[in-house]
């Protein structure tokens, strides 16, 4: 079983103009509602590829409630704890003559301590034993700071698999827990190891650090670049076939799904991956806040080239 988890989701309202007039009135020519945030994102990933996982995290309010009926209407399933403040609203521009995308993000909701130990309590009886928990994002208010270390913990006691995709000082809190797998892209790297990073080699040596440091698959996303996959044993560099790219919102949640995906399903290191960089250079193919779609993996897979460079 695969779970995700955002602590901080969004009802993503995403609104087409044909050209943004500032301090204007602007017609909208089309607009949807998504439900948004990094782990969900994979939830939905997963859901597109054909997999199955089941989205956790905090919900509120009127938001939340439609969060969570979009989320069922697409096949995802959910298990939000719920909390007194409403889920927060981003809103997402896309301005259609130059297809700029303009994201207004709100800080969220605060949670209470009583709703953040509802959340582990119920962690606690999930039975997580050989299951892969996705935990993606960034903290709502009130939570604490160390909540990724308590949470990568609670799940890797169980016997589960955490994967673990944050920045900064969040990135760096769960990283003490030892997370199974983690996948910074270029920068949220040099922010973990405060190193400027400049060269292949100086990438693959922070790679291999962290590895050495106790994460079993260090997997750094490097845009048009790629994947480079590091684990005890292997060390892989996979390069996407060149695209034409239409937004890369969302390629790094759809890297996860994949990768978790074909993890979970039992295949090798090398499939995962492939895949993996096939699911995220597939979202790059999508518009807007769109994630990958299976028929551009399958097209895509066959295409990326992998090298393995240890032995
Ligand atoms: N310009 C591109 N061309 C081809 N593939 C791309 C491009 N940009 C991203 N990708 C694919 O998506 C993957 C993840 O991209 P990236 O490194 O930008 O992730 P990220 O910064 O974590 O993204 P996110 O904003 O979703 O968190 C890459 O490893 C690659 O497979
Ligand atoms: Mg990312």
């Known amino acids: 079983m695969i779970y995700t988890i955002t602590l901080n989701p969004a009802l993503d309202h995403y609104l087409e103009v044909d050209d943004l007039r500032v301090d204007d009135a602007n017609r909208v020519k089309s607009e949807c509602l998504y439900a948004g945030g990094k782990g969900i994102d994979v939830s ?62 709100t800080r969220g909701p605060s949670v209470t301590r009583e709703e953040w130990e509802a959340f582990l309590a119920h962690l606690r009886v999930l039975g997580l034993r050989d299951a892969y928990v996705v935990i993606a994002g960034s903290l709502p208010l009130g939570v604490p700071p160390d909540a990724y270390r308590q949470i990568v913990g ?92 239409r937004s890369t919102v969302g390629a790094g949640d759809s890297t996860v799904a994949g990768f978790v995906f074909r993890h979970a399903g039992g295949k090798s290191l090398e499939d995962c991956v492939r895949f993996a960089t096939a699911s995220g250079t597939a979202a790059t193919l999508a518009p807007g806040n769109q994630l990958c779609r299976l028929r551009d993996v399958q097209r895509l897979a066959p295409r990326v080239r992998i090298t393995r460079l240890s032995d």
């Open 44 to 105: 939905r990933a997963i859901r597109h590829l054909g997999g199955d996982s089941m989205a956790l995290g905090f919900i509120g309010g009127h938001d939340g409630q439609v969060m969570v009926a979009l989320l069922k209407a697409e096949g995802v399933n959910c298990y939000f704890t719920p909390i007194a403040r409403e889920t927060r609203r981003d809103i997402i521009i896309c301005n259609r003559a130059c297809g700029t995308q303009t994201m207004l993000n």
């Open 154 to 245: 609670l799940v890797q006691r169980q016997g589960a698999k955490a994967i673990l995709d944050a920045d900064g000082p969040c990135l760096k809190a769960g990283l003490k827990a030892k997370p199974f797998a983690i996948k910074p892209n270029l920068n949220e790297l040099r922010r973990v190891t405060g190193r400027p990073l400049r060269t292949d080699a100086d990438i693959l040596e922070a790679a291999m650090a962290l590895q050495r440091a106790g994460v079993e698959i260090v997997m750094v996303s490097r845009g048009r670049q790629g994947l480079l996959l590091v684990s005890r044993s292997d060390c892989y560099r996979a390069i996407p076939p060149s695209v034409k790219v």
